[in-house]
């Protein structure tokens, strides 16, 4: 379980990513990519910062963290510049790709397939009663 200071800090470093991406991705993965930090999460001991993110208008994500992960000293230092206030030491960073919205999106597509078919059954309305009068 996290305590509150391990999401405070995983909030701050969310922010400050952010801002470093938006400034400084174009330099790193290109001008055509969008990359969102969704989720940051910080390890007990504050060692090592899991940055979750969303990737898109690319084929291919892996290529994209992989060259994340050959920029993380030049990140880890911006990171530094900016939380030199709020920690003594900057913790490891590790970069994931977080496919929950494109798992929303195949989600959503499969059910509106489904109701497109007729294969959903009758929609139940909520606050409604359904009971023949």
Known sequence: METKRQKQIAELIKRQISM???QEGSYIY???VLVTVTQVKLTP???IAKIYL???NTENKQEVILELQEANTRL???LASKM???MRRIPDLQYYIDDTIDEMYHVDQLLAKLEAEGQMG???VPG???KDK
């Open 30 to 32: 290109g001008n055509s």
């Open 122 to 124: 009758p929609k139940d």
């Open 20 to 22: 470093i991406l938006l």
């Open 45 to 47: 001991d504050f060692n």
């Open 76 to 78: 880890r230092h911006n």
């Open 84 to 86: 030199k206030h709020q």
């Open 128 to 130: 409604e009663d359904n």
């Open 54 to 56: 969303s990737i898109f």
